[in-house]
C-alpha cells in the first residue's frame, strides 16, 4: 500500500488494468517465495508467510498462483536469494518517499531506482532521512454490506486504533501488535472478503501540493511501481 491518501489508493489498487494486475501477482509471489523459503512453508506455521497470503488474497490472486510460488520455495536451491533493501528520497515538492525492494542485484537496483528519482527532480536520501515520517500500522479494508456497528464494535474490541466509512467500504487501522487479532476478530463475524489486509506504513506528516505538482509525483510513483525490484512505495503525498 501506497503510504497516502488510504481511500485513492484503495481506489488505484481496485482499478488496475489486467496487464497491470499481472505485475502486481508477479511481485506478489515474490513475497510469498521469499516468506516461504526463509522459514516454513507451511503458512499455520509461518506468521510472515501468512501474512503475504492474507495480502495476496486481497488482491484476488489465484490460489494456484499462491501455491505455485510456494511450491517453487520448497524446490528453491540455496543459491537463489533475494535481499531486502530500502531507499529513502525525496520527490517534487519535497515529497518524501520509501521505496522497499526484493532483489538478486543490489547494485542493478540501486541504478534503477536513483535514475527514477533524478529523472522526476528528486533525490535519494541516507537512511533513516524520511523513514521517522512514517509509522508502522496495520490496514484492513472490507466492503460496507456488514454491519456498521458489529465491525466497529468487534474491531475496537479486539485493539484496533481507527475505524471509519470511506465510500462503500469500512477502513480499520490497527497498531503492529493488534493486527492479527483484528482481522481474527472480523472473520469470527463471518468477514469473508478483505479488499486490503496487510502491515504498511501511513505518514504522520503529509505534504500538500497543487494539481501540477500531484501529477509530478504521481508519475514518481508510477515509474517506480513499474519497476521490477520495487515491491512497496509509501509516501506522504495529501491527496484528500
Known sequence: MSGHSKWATIHRKKGLLDAAR???????????????????????QNAALRMVIDKAKAQNMPKDNIQKAID??????????????????????????????????????????????????????????????????????????????TMMMAALDAGAMDFEKVGDNYIITTDTESFTAVKEALEKENVKEFLECELTYIPNMEVTLDEEGIEKVQKLVDTLEDLDDVQEVYYNLKED
Open 72 to 149: 517453487k520455495a520448497k524446490g528453491a536451491s540455496e543459491g537463489e536469494n533475494y535481499e531486502s533493501i530500502r531507499y529513502e528520497g525525496y520527490g517534487h515538492g519535497g515529497v518524501a518517499f520509501m521505496v522497499d525492494c526484493l532483489t538478486d542485484n543490489r547494485n542493478r537496483t540501486a541504478s534503477f531506482v536513483r535514475s527514477a528519482f533524478t529523472k522526476a527532480g528528486g533525490n535519494l536520501g541516507t537512511d533513516g532521512s524520511v523513514s521517522y515520517m512514517f509509522e508502522r500500522r496495520g490496514s484492513i479494508v472490507i466492503p460496507g454490506e456488514y454491519d456498521e456497528d
Open 22 to 44: 499481472g505485475k502486481v501477482f508477479q511481485k506478489l509471489a515474490k513475497e510469498i517465495y521469499v516468506a516461504a523459503k526463509s522459514g516454513t512453508p507451511d503458512p499455520d
